[in-house]
C-alpha cells in the first residue's frame, strides 16, 4: 500500500473525528472526555480537561454559553447536556489545579492592546508558549469579573502571575508604525481601539492586518463570550506563527466551529430528561448524573456488527495503519497477519458504514500484496487451497448429457453441495435433466474462491482459466449455479460465462413433486455471498412461499446479511474465530424469534457452519429432495439432524458422487479411488485430533503406506505404541499406532513443516 493510499483509507474513517458538540465548541473543549470523568465522580480529572483546551480556565468555565448545545445529539432525547452548569460546577468544586507549565521562553514580546476576554485569552496563550505578553489596557477584566466568582478570579489572576503575563496601564501610544518597531507582533484584542489605528483587517480566518506583524479583532465585534476567548486564541497563534516565520494558514481549517462528519447510531437510545440546576447550580449527585446522560458519541457501527472486528479491538482506521505498518516488517507481524487474513471479506461494514468503508477491499489487497511479496504465511489458506486443487482435480467431473455431444445448459453445483450433500447433487442435476428441453451437462469443480479470498491472483486466474476452456468444450452452455458463492464469483471473474441460479431455474419450471411440505417456521439466513445479488434472494423467497413455508426475516437480512464463518477463508486462517463467527450468527438467528424455529439456508457451506454450533439448520435443497440416496451419504429422516461433514468425508463423498454418477448416468463404470489394505481405524481422539488439525484421512493413508514400504518407525516402549512420519509435499505428517496384523489403529495425528533430515 502506497501512504497516499493510506491517507485515503485513513479519511474516509471517521471514528477519531470529533464528536458535533466538541466541533461546534469555538475552544473543541472535549466534552466527552470531560462529561465521562465528571460522570464517574472524577471531578479533579475532569478539572483538567477543561484546563488543558481553555484559555484562563478559571474564568471561561464560568462564563460558558454553551454553543456545543446546539448540536448535541442528546437534544431530541431528552435535551442536550448542560455544559455550561457542568462546567461551572466543575470550576467551584475541583480541589487540585494541574500545574501550568510554559514552554522555554522564546525571547520574544507580543503587545496586547486591550483588556478584554479576546486579550486574556490570547495573553494565556502565548504566556504558555514561551511567548512573553504584556496587556496595554486602562480596564483590564472590566467585562469579565462581574461574572465570576471571587474565589475563580483568585485563582485566576495567581495563575496568570505564574505564567508570567504583564499588564500595563500606560496610555495607548498613537503611532502604530513606531510601536511595531518595539515589539514582535502586536495584537489589537478590542474592537474600540481596533478602530483608532490605520490598518486593515485583511484575512477574517487570521486575523491579520495589512501590517504584517499587526492582527486584530473584527470590528465592530459581535461575539459571544466564548467567542471573545476564541478570538484571542486565534490572534495568540497567528502572532506565534508570525514570530517563527511559518505558514499563518496551514492546517487551520477545524480551528473555529465546524461540522463533523462523525455520525452516531442513536435510533436504540431511549430518551432521558435532562437534569434540571438549583438556583446554586448542580449538587454533586445531579452533576455526576447529567453527566452520565452523554452519549459518549461514536461512529463504531461496523465494529458493533462485525465479529471480527469486535476481535481485533479497534477500527478500521487503526486497521489500515496496522497493515501500512506491516508491510515493513519482514513477514509481517504474527498479530498483523492474522488480523489480515481474518476478515470474513462478507462486505457487511461498507453496507453499514455512513462513509462505505469496504475492509474487505483492504484486506483481501494486503492479501494480495503479501502474497505478491511471499510475505503471506503459508499456514494460512494452504490447507484451503490443497482441498481445492483436489476439488480441481480428483474431484472434478464435466460431462455433456448422456449422448449429447455439447450442452445447452450445465448444472454447476461448485465444490461444497458435492462435497456436503452429493445425494443432493444427483437429485438435483436429475431433475434439472428431466425438467429441461435441452441437454443438460453436469460441471462439478471449484468456482476459484479460495484462490482469490487468499488473495492468490495467479492461482486465482489459472482456475479461471481453467473453467472457461472446459465450459467451451461443453459447448459454451449457460451454467446453472448452485453455490450462491460460485454465482458472485461468476458474476465478478468470469462475466463472460453466462449464468443462472438454480433457484430462478426452479421457480421457473416447476418444483419437484416429491418436495416436503415443512410445517413448522423456518428463520431464513442469507449467504453473505447474495448480499448484492437481490434477484437470488427473491427467487429463493419465491420458492418458499410456494412451497407454503412461513420464514422470519432476521434483522441483518437480506443486503444487511451476517457472514456464517467461513467467508474469506476465515475458517482455515483463524479457525477459533470462524466458529465464534458461526456461533454470533447463530445467536442472532435465534434472537429473531420468540420459539426457537430452525434456520432455513441456501448455501451448503453455511448450513454445515451453523450446525456446527448446534443450531438444528437445513439447506432448501433438503426440502425440495428429501429422497435421499443412501449410497452417497447417511441422509437421515430430519435433515436438521445430519451431522457436520468432516474434512477427510468431504473429499470422500467428492470421490463417491463422482463415480456414482459416471456408473448410473453415464454407464462409466470407471473406479476413480485407489484404497488398498491396509485397514485403517482410528480411536476417538485420533479422528478428533484430525478435524481440529485438519489432517486427512488420505494423508494418514500416506504415511501407512511409507510405513509399509520402507519398514520405518519407532517404537515407544512407554507408550508401546509406533511412531511414524512422512512428508508428502510441504508438510510432514506424524501418526502414532498399534498395529494388529494388517490393520493399523491410529492413536494419535499431528503435523508440522520442519523437515526431519536423518543423522549422516
Ligand atoms: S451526547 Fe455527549 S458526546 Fe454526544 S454531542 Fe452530546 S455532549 Fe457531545
Ligand atoms: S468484510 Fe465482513 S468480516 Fe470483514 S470487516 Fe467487513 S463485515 Fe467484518
Ligand atoms: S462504520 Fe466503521 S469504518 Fe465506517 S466510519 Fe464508522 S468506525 Fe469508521
Request: hydrophobic share 35%.
Amino acid at each position: 500500500m502506497e501512504q497516499h493510499e493510506l491517507r485515503q483509507w485513513e479519511a474516509q474513517c471517521t471514528q477519531e473525528d470529533a464528536p458535533h458538540c466538541q466541533a461546534q465548541c469555538p475552544l473543541h473543549i472535549d466534552v466527552r472526555t470531560f462529561c465521562k470523568k465528571m460522570a464517574a465522580g472524577k471531578i479533579n480529572e475532569a478539572w483538567a480537561v477543561l484546563y488543558k483546551s481553555m484559555p484562563m480556565p478559571h474564568i471561561t468555565a464560568n462564563i460558558c454559553n454553551g454553543l456545543c448545545m446546539e448540536t448535541c445529539l442528546r437534544k431530541d432525547l431528552g435535551g442536550s447536556i448542560n455544559m455550561p452548569e457542568l462546567e461551572s460546577y466543575c470550576a467551584a468544586n475541583a480541589t487540585k489545579n494541574p500545574p501550568v507549565r510554559p514552554l522555554p521562553s522564546k525571547g520574544k514580546r507580543v503587545l496586547i492592546i486591550g483588556g478584554g476576554l479576546s486579550a486574556l485569552a490570547a495573553a494565556w496563550d502565548l504566556a504558555k508558549k514561551g511567548i512573553s505578553p504584556t496587556i496595554l489596557s486602562t480596564e483590564a477584566y472590566d467585562d469579565v469579573a462581574s461574572n465570576i466568582p471571587e474565589k475563580a478570579f483568585e485563582q485566576h489572576e495567581q495563575a496568570m502571575k505564574k505564567l508570567g503575563v504583564l499588564f500595563s496601564s500606560e496610555e495607548l501610544p498613537e503611532d502604530l508604525a513606531e510601536i511595531c518597531t518595539k515589539w514582535d507582533a502586536v495584537l489589537l484584542a478590542t474592537s474600540e481601539v481596533a478602530n483608532q489605528y490605520p490598518c486593515e483587517l485583511i484575512n477574517p480566518k487570521t486575523l491579520q492586518t495589512n501590517i504584517s506583524s499587526v492582527f486584530t479583532v473584527p470590528f465592530p465585534c459581535i461575539a459571544t463570550s466564548i467567542e471573545r476567548i476564541a478570538l484571542g486564541r486565534t490572534l495568540a497563534l497567528s502572532a506565534e506563527r508570525s514570530i517563527q516565520n511559518v505558514s499563518l494558514t496551514a492546517g487551520r481549517d477545524t480551528e473555529g466551529p465546524y461540522q463533523s462528519r462523525l455520525q452516531t447510531a442513536v435510533s436504540s437510545v431511549s430518551s432521558l430528561p435532562r437534569l434540571p440546576a438549583g438556583d446554586e447550580g448542580y449538587d454533586e449527585a445531579t452533576a455526576m448524573l447529567e453527566a452520565g446522560r452523554c452519549l459518549q458519541c461514536e461512529c463504531m457501527q461496523c465494529v458493533n456488527n462485525c465479529v471480527y472486528l469486535a476481535e481485533f479491538k479497534s477500527y478500521p482506521k487503526v486497521y489500515a495503519r496496522h497493515i501500512y505498518n506491516n508491510a515493513a516488517i519482514v513477514m509481517g507481524t504474527r498479530h498483523a497477519n492474522k488480523m489480515i487474513n481474518s476478515c470474513m471479506l462478507c462486505g457487511l461494514c461498507e453496507e453499514i458504514c455512513p462513509e462505505d468503508f469496504a475492509v474487505q477491499n483492504l484486506c483481501l489487497t494486503a492479501r494480495q500484496e503479501m502474497v505478491a511479496d511471499s510475505t503471506m504465511p503459508p499456514s494460512a489458506h494452504e490447507f484451503a487451497l490443497r482441498d481445492m486443487a483436489f476439488a480441481n482435480t480428483a474431484g472434478m467431473l464435466a460431462k455433456n448429457a448422456p449422448s449429447a455431444s455439447a450442452s445447452t445448459y450445465a448444472f454447476f453445483p461448485g465444490c461444497q453441495l458435492p462435497a456436503i450433500s452429493p445425494h443432493l447433487v444427483e437429485s438435483t442435476y436429475n431433475y434439472l435433466r428431466d425438467s429441461l428441453e435441452e441437454p443438460v451437462g453436469l460441471f462439478i469443480h471449484c468456482c476459484g474462491a479460495p484462490a482469490h479470498w487468499a488473495g492468490q491472483k495467479d492461482l486465482t486466474e489459472a482456475t479461471t482459466r481453467q473453467i472457461l476452456q472446459q465450459w467451451e468444450i461443453m459447448g459454451k452452455p449457460e451454467l446453472i449455479t448452485g453455490c450462491p458463492t460460485c454465482a458472485s464469483m461468476f458474476a465478478e471473474l468470469l462475466p463472460q460465462i453466462p449464468t443462472r441460479s438454480l433457484w430462478e431455474v426452479l421457480e421457473e419450471v416447476g418444483l419437484p413433486a416429491k418436495a416436503r411440505m415443512p410445517q413448522q417456521p423456518y428463520v431464513l439466513h442469507d449467504p453473505c455471498s447474495t448480499r448484492h445479488d437481490e434477484p437470488m434472494r427473491a427467487h429463493v423467497r419465491a420458492i418458499i412461499e410456494k412451497l407454503a413455508v412461513s420464514i422470519t426475516e432476521p434483522r441483518l437480512s437480506g443486503l444487511l446479511t451476517e457472514c456464517c464463518g467461513f467467508g474469506g477463508l476465515l475458517d482455515s486462517a483463524n479457525p477459533e474465530l470462524s466458529r465464534k463467527a458461526s456461533q454470533h450468527r447463530a445467536e442472532t438467528l435465534s434472537a429473531c424469534t420468540e420459539d426457537e424455529q430452525d434456520v432455513l439456508t441456501y448455501c451448503a457451506m453455511c448450513r454445515d457452519m451453523l450446525a456446527r454450533t448446534g443450531k438444528r439448520t437445513i439447506h432448501l435443497l433438503d426440502i425440495l429432495f428429501p429422497n435421499c440416496n443412501a449410497a452417497l451419504s447417511c441422509c437421515d429422516a430430519d435433515p436438521a439432524t445430519i451431522p457436520v461433514t468432516g474434512f477427510s468425508d468431504r473429499r470422500e463423498n467428492r470421490i463417491r458422487l463422482k463415480e456414482h454418477l459416471l456408473t448410473t448416468v453415464w454407464g462409466e463404470a470407471e473406479s476413480v479411488t485407489k484404497e488398498n489394505a491396509p485397514t485403517i481405524t482410528y480411536t476417538e481422539q485420533a479422528a478428533a485430533n484430525m478435524e481440529e488439525r485438519r489432517i486427512l484421512r488420505s494423508d494418514i493413508r500416506k504415511v501407512v503406506d511409507y510405513v509399509e514400504a520402507t519398514n520405518s518407525s519407532l517404537f515407544n516402549t512407554q507408550t508401546q505404541r509406533n511412531v511414524a512420519s512422512f512428508r508428502p509435499v510441504g508438510v510432514t505428517y506424524w501418526i502414532e499406532y498399534t498395529k494388529d496384523n494388517d490393520a493399523y489403529c491410529i492413536h494419535n495425528v499431528w503435523s508440522h513443516r520442519m523437515q526431519i533430515i536423518p543423522p549422516k
